[in-house]
């Protein structure tokens, strides 16, 4: 009974407003603080790869803002679940604004996954299971906030996106898996492996440590985004409006 009361009181826009706010500073700081140990770690203290070179060192942007699309997604149709079978509208609003932040990290592989490949296989791009995946994802993105705006009554922008939402991440596991299902240019998983990580521990942990920040950065940013959701959805709300004149 304490879970669901805790459950339902977490849903409530003005308790989560309040609780979001509070928390910002608390993602936002170890995100920064984790981002550039890692950064640090990764550029400057990692050796070189014997093959690769100081290329590799790309991959403490690419893998964690790759790990972020995939989480992002995740927890975009996970909330857009949530709000379709128990008609949270909160958590419709995680949704709204898990989307542009995800579609950026989504982006920022991309690009810097393009950047490693031009030394690695002589070219910006190849249609390869991993990168076409990928790209589909940011798609996915692109079309679930254009389909949010395409309806001026939120509720059916809800529901139209969540549903698409849903269908598109059957592409999460396709992305992940993509290197091991087809014969792929792009290198397999060095870190989450049957073996254990491929990676020395002073290339392994600034990995680690990026990844964990771009997380915790996710977090802060959300907390952020969501605010405003709930701003836009409660602005005729008797609390907001006590919240502004100071009550």
């Known amino acids: 009974m304490g879970t669901w009361t805790w459950f339902h009181k977490l849903a409530s826009p003005p308790h989560f407003y309040r609780i979001a706010g509070k ?8 995100a920064a603080l984790l981002i550039a140990t890692g950064l640090y770690g990764g550029l400057v203290l990692a050796p070189p790869d014997y093959q690769q070179g100081d ?3 790309i991959i403490y942007l690419h893998v964690p803002s790759a790990w972020l699309g995939l989480l992002c997604y995740t927890t975009m149709a996970t909330a857009a679940a949530v709000g379709l079978i128990w008609r949270i509208k909160l958590a419709h609003a995680l949704a709204a ?3 542009p932040i ?12 393009s950047l490693w490949g031009r030394p690695m296989w002589g070219t910006w791009w190849t249609w390869d ?12 993105y ?6 949010r705006s395409a309806f001026d009554d939120l509720t059916r922008a809800d529901r139209a996106s969540a549903v698409l939402a849903l269908v598109g991440v059957v592409n999460v596991p396709i992305v992940h898996y993509s290197v091991t299902w087809w014969n792929s240019l ?3 998983s060095t870190v989450i492996r049957s073996g254990g ?6 290339m392994l942990v600034p990995l680690l440590l990026s990844a964990l920040g771009f997380t915790f950065l996710y977090a802060a940013l959300a907390c952020v985004r969501v605010r405003g959701e709930v701003l836009i959805r409660e602005r005729n709300a008797s609390w907001l409006q006590e919240l502004a004149s100071g009550r």
């Open 23 to 30: 928390m910002i500073p608390w993602y936002a700081i170890p």
């Open 55 to 57: 290329a590799y060192r």
């Open 97 to 99: 604004a898990t989307a």
């Open 102 to 113: 995800g579609a950026s990290f989504t982006l920022l592989a991309l690009a810097t996954g």
């Open 129 to 140: 299971a991993r990168l076409t995946s990928e790209l589909i994802l940011l798609f996915l």
């Open 142 to 147: 692109f079309g679930y906030m254009a389909l």
């Open 186 to 188: 792009h290198q397999g």
């Open 197 to 202: 990580p491929a990676m020395p521990p002073s």
